[in-house]
């Protein structure tokens, strides 16, 4: 996980993370008291990884939507890691409760997340302007995506990716 979270952090282009965040910090992020985390895995490794947790943590008002962070390892981009993750997600999502998920900052220079997140039903409901320092591009735009969960299928079968 460590490995993955150096990878997607160092570019500078997609989490608002220092390149030089410790480990400890790093894997406390998707590990930490209270977070629910899972991996996927190819042949043993683990190239992908998300969290699920309540928007607004210890706001009982707001508990009902949930939040989540997704990193798949770049050398396994494309294979549809992040899309199984997010279905994963979803349903887990919806399985212990939530009634819907929102992400509060998906970096709008992020084309791959934008695009997954809309097809699996996220629409874009604010924009922050200039929210985030990206490496290339100076300061540019975060998105705010939510979507309910009532029509998510609940089934055991797992994602498969190609």
């Known amino acids: 996980m460590w490995r993955i979270f150096q990878a997607v952090v160092a570019p500078g282009t997609s989490y608002a993370f ?3 965040t410790c480990r400890e910090d790093g894997l406390a992020y998707f590990t930490g008291p209270g977070i629910a985390s899972w991996v996927a895995e190819d042949e043993g490794c ?3 990884m998300y969290k699920l947790v309540p928007n607004r ?3 009982a008002r707001a508990s009902h939507v949930a939040n989540a962070s997704f990193m798949v390892e770049p050398g396994h981009a494309g294979r ?3 899309k199984a993750l997010g279905l994963h997600c979803l349903r887990e999502a919806r ?3 939530y009634l819907a998920m ?3 900052s998906v970096v709008s220079t992020n ?3 934008v695009t997954l997140w809309k097809k699996l039903g996220f629409e874009i409901v604010g924009t922050v302007p200039k ?3 990206h490496r290339d591009h100076g300061l540019v735009d975060v998105y705010v995506m939510h979507r309910f969960l009532d029509n998510i299928e609940l089934d055991n079968k797992s994602e498969r990716v190609g």
Do not use: E, K, L
């Open 18 to 20: 220092a390149a030089d």
């Open 46 to 48: 683990v190239v992908g």
């Open 57 to 59: 943590r210890g706001m």
């Open 80 to 82: 549809g890691i992040g």
């Open 95 to 97: 399985r212990t409760g």
């Open 102 to 104: 929102q992400f509060n």
């Open 111 to 113: 084309t791959p997340a």
């Open 131 to 133: 929210a985030f320092r």
